[in-house]
């Protein structure tokens, strides 16, 4: 089946250090969703992505959906520690028995005050 | 409005018990789904469902059953409760396939099997 890779796992940095991550696939998506969970809670839509090269932001939070719609990134600018929890990224793909959200295995972000 | 909610919020079950988790949401979604979420694993999903009525086979089903009988609750069954099926469930709904939204998701569900 269709799986996303996303990296790093875990990132450990200092507060106001930007951060990037990003999710490839080998499979092309539709739709590239980031989602925030943060410890004891489920997952929240951070970011939502329709359209190959599509530049969104939300805040201090940067995603992009890669040309060959099989990666995306998300940056996160200035650091706080309320950043802190595991960033998952999502792909979709619309029709058929597919449908449903791929997720990557998540990257844990840990921000020292 | 509660969105997405889910009962209870940790259990303890003795290998070979069942249980059943209750997923119910306020926002006439048509499509839940069950994924459990492991160390390193992510998300994975159990079984979902497209309507009042249907469910279907994800990822990882085997040793779970599902029920939608009504359009706001979906149902998660374990039969015979194993060790292996200790994890943290987390239950979503969307408006429909493909839901520019994404999915809602539930506080979740912490379950250990001893």
């Known amino acids: 089946g269709q799986q996303l890779n996303q990296s790093p796992q875990s990132m450990f940095i200092q507060e106001g250090e930007d951060v990037s991550m990003n999710c490839t696939s080998s499979?092309?998506?539709?739709?590239w969703l980031w989602y925030k969970q943060e410890p004891g809670e489920g997952p929240v839509l951070l970011i939502a992505?329709?359209?190959?090269?599509e530049l969104t932001s939300n805040g201090r939070l940067t995603a992009q959906f890669g040309i060959t719609r099989k990666d995306s990134f998300l940056n996160i600018s200035a650091s706080i520690p309320s950043d802190v929890g595991i960033y998952f990224c999502?792909?979709?793909?619309?029709?058929?028995?597919?449908?449903?959200?791929?997720f990557g295995k998540g990257t844990k972000l840990s921000v020292k005050p | 409005n509660a969105g997405v909610t889910q009962t209870p919020k940790f259990r303890v079950l003795k290998t070979g018990q069942s249980m059943t988790l209750l997923c119910a949401q306020d926002m006439n979604h048509e499509y839940m789904y069950w994924y459990r979420q492991d160390p390193g694993m992510g998300l994975r999903l159990i079984h979902y469902s497209v309507g009042e009525g249907t469910t279907a086979k994800g990822e990882v089903p085997d040793g779970y059953n599902v029920s939608r009988l009504k359009k706001q609750n979906f149902l998660l069954g374990l039969e015979s409760a194993a060790p292996s099926q200790t994890s943290v469930y987390f239950c979503?709904?969307?408006?429909?396939?493909?839901?520019?939204?994404?999915?809602?998701f539930g506080s979740g569900t912490r379950l250990t099997v001893v």
């Open positions: 499979s092309i998506f539709n739709t």
């Open positions: 979503a709904s969307s408006e429909r396939q493909g839901s520019i939204y994404g999915y809602t």
């Open positions: 999502a792909g979709l793909n619309y029709g058929g028995s597919q449908g449903n959200l791929i």
């Open positions: 992505l329709y359209k190959a090269g």
